[in-house]
């Protein structure tokens, strides 16, 4: 079946430091591609998405580029700060009829002033 | 506030209890899901409809749990005989299903408490 794996957090950063959470996935098919970010005490939101290869997606600073060669997903930010800090999802959507979304674990952020 | 709503937000009940928990999509989305989140985890899917169709349902999904959408609307998703182990976030999500990169709005969850 379908999977996500995540870099494994905690990661601490301090404010304007280089940001990468790694992520690969398995999938049959053409898969779309996304990371979420779940703020404290908020729910999940998206925050890019790409839907087909070297598609890249960008918000906020953030980008991730889909590589198919590499089954990859990377999140980056080049300078981040502390509103940054959350939880990140990379996640998955099979664009069969379903639809449905397979999740990484989540790569907890936090950014120090 | 037109965004995904769940209710309630927090539900404790007791070991052997049923529990019922809604979820109110975006009006115009015709796809609905239901995902289960445990601490330090992605969410996981349990299952998602089309209009008023269930349409999938994951083999986490056991018979104790149920779930519907009566008239393509809101959702329910009841669990009964809960146990300590159904001890979770649960989200709901919608989505306007066109083609590629449907994105999911995710409602803020029902936390339930087993005891």
Same mark, same amino acid.
């Given at each position: 079946g379908d999977s996500v794996t995540q870099m494994e957090g905690?990661?601490?950063?301090?404010?304007?430091?280089?940001?990468?959470i790694n992520c690969t996935y398995t999938a049959t098919g053409y898969p779309s591609?996304?990371?979420? /970010?779940q703020y404290p005490g908020e729910g999940l939101q998206l +925050?890019?998405?790409? &839907?087909? $290869?070297?598609?890249?997606?960008?918000?906020?600073g953030f980008e991730a580029t889909y590589r198919k060669?590499?089954?990859?997903?990377?999140?980056?930010?080049?300078?981040?700060? /502390?509103?940054?800090?959350a939880v990140y999802f990379c996640a +998955?959507?099979?664009? &069969?009829? $379903?639809?449905?979304?397979?999740?990484?674990?989540?790569?907890?952020?936090?950014?120090?002033? | 506030d037109?965004?995904?709503?769940?209710?309630?937000?927090?539900?404790?009940t007791k070991r052997g209890q049923n529990v019922t928990f809604r979820c109110d999509p975006i009006s115009e989305h015709n796809r609905l899901y239901w995902?289960?989140?445990?601490?330090?985890?992605?969410?996981?899917?349990?299952?998602?409809?089309?209009?008023?169709?269930?349409?999938?349902?994951?083999?986490?999904?056991?018979?104790?749990f149920?779930?519907?959408?009566?008239?393509?609307?809101?959702?329910?998703?009841?669990?009964?005989?809960?146990?300590?182990?159904d001890s979770a976030m649960y989200l709901c999500a919608s989505s306007l299903h066109r083609d590629r990169g449907n994105e999911q709005f995710f409602g803020p969850g029902t936390r339930l408490t087993v005891l």
């Open positions: 905690p990661v601490t950063l301090s404010e304007e430091a280089f940001l990468t591609l996304f990371w979420y /970010v +925050l890019l998405k790409a &839907t087909k $290869a070297d598609d890249k997606g960008s918000n906020k060669e590499t089954t990859s997903f990377h999140l980056e930010k080049g300078s981040v700060q /502390v509103s940054d800090s +998955l959507s099979d664009n &069969t009829n $379903a639809g449905k979304s397979t999740f990484g674990d989540g790569t907890t952020l936090t950014v120090k002033p | 037109t965004g995904v709503s769940q209710d309630p937000r927090h539900k404790i995902y289960r989140q445990t601490l330090g985890q992605g969410p996981e899917f349990l299952t998602y409809f089309q209009n008023e169709a269930q349409l999938e349902k994951s083999r986490l999904l056991s018979n104790r149920s779930a519907e959408r009566p008239k393509g609307s809101f959702s329910t998703l009841e669990i009964q005989r809960t146990e300590q182990g």
